[in-house]
C-alpha cells in the first residue's frame, strides 16, 4: 500500500523515525542497522512495509529494498512475527541473515532473542530456497574470525558505539590476536574505547 516515504527526518531513534512529508508526520518502526544508516535532520527516503492487524496499523521503515525484502521473507514464517524479524534485522546485517539461512546455520538465527529452536528451523526449511533464489547466494562458508568480528561490532554498536570507530579497534586487536573470543575481543575492545 505504501511503498515508500522521502521527506524530512524530524526524529530519530533505535527503534524509530518519524519523518515528515508534505505537513505529515510518519512514525516508522525500525532496525538499529537502519538507525545506524540514518544522516541526522536531512531528507530520506525509507522502503516501507504497513502492517495491519485488527487493533493496529504499523508502518514498518527500511534503508533499502534488500532489508525490506528479507523483513517480508521472516515475516512469512509462521512464528515470526514483525516485532522478532525487527530484532533479527537489529542484530544481524542482511548479508548475514542471508548467509545463516543459506549456509543452514541454526545456531545463527537462534541466537536472535526471541527465536527458540524449532522457530529457527522453521525458518531455514521455508527461507533457504527463497533466499537462494532471490539473492543468488551458493554454498557460503564463514570464517570464524569474521564471524566473530561481526558479533563483537554488532555488541559494541547495540551498546551505542560509533561503528567506523569500532571497526578500527577491532580490527587493530585481531591483528595481534586472531583466537580470541568474542567475549574477549568485546572486553578488550571497550577498554581501548
Known amino acids: ?35 545506524s544508516q540514518l544522516p541526522d535532520n536531512e531528507f530520506v527516503m525509507l522502503y516501507t512495509h504497513l502492517s495491519i492487524k485488527e487493533d493496529a496499523h504499523t508502518l514498518y ?4 529494498k534488500t532489508e525490506r525484502e528479507i523483513f517480508r521473507l521472516l515475516i512469512s514464517v509462521s512464528g515470526v512475527g514483525p516485532s522478532i524479524a525487527r530484532t533479527m534485522l537489529s542484530s544481524m546485517t542482511t548479508d548475514e541473515i542471508q548467509q545463516a539461512i543459506a549456509s543452514n546455520n541454526v545456531s545463527v538465527i537462534q541466537s536472535v532473542k526471541g527465536i527458540g529452536v524449532k522457530t529457527a528451523q522453521r525458518v531455514l ?29 554488532s555488541a559494541l554498536e547495540v551498546l551505542g558505539f560509533n561503528k567506523k570507530q569500532v571497526e578500527k579497534v577491532v580490527d587493530k586487536i585481531l591483528a595481534e590476536d586472531k583466537n580470541l573470543s568474542v567475549e574477549v575481543l568485546i572486553k578488550n575492545a571497550l577498554k581501548n574505547l
Open 1 to 35: 500500500m505504501i511503498t515508500h516515504i522521502r521527506g524530512k527526518l524530524v526524529e530519530k531513534n533505535p527503534t524509530y523515525a518519524v519523518v515528515e512529508t508534505n505537513g505529515v508526520g510518519y512514525w516508522l518502526n525500525i532496525s538499529l542497522n537502519t538507525y
Open 61 to 64: 521503515g527500511f534503508i533499502n
Open 125 to 153: 526449511v521455508d527461507l533457504r530456497d527463497k533466499i537462494s533464489k532471490t539473492y543468488a547466494i551458493d554454498e557460503v562458508y564463514i570464517s570464524q574470525s569474521n564471524t566473530i568480528k561481526n558479533e563483537a561490532l
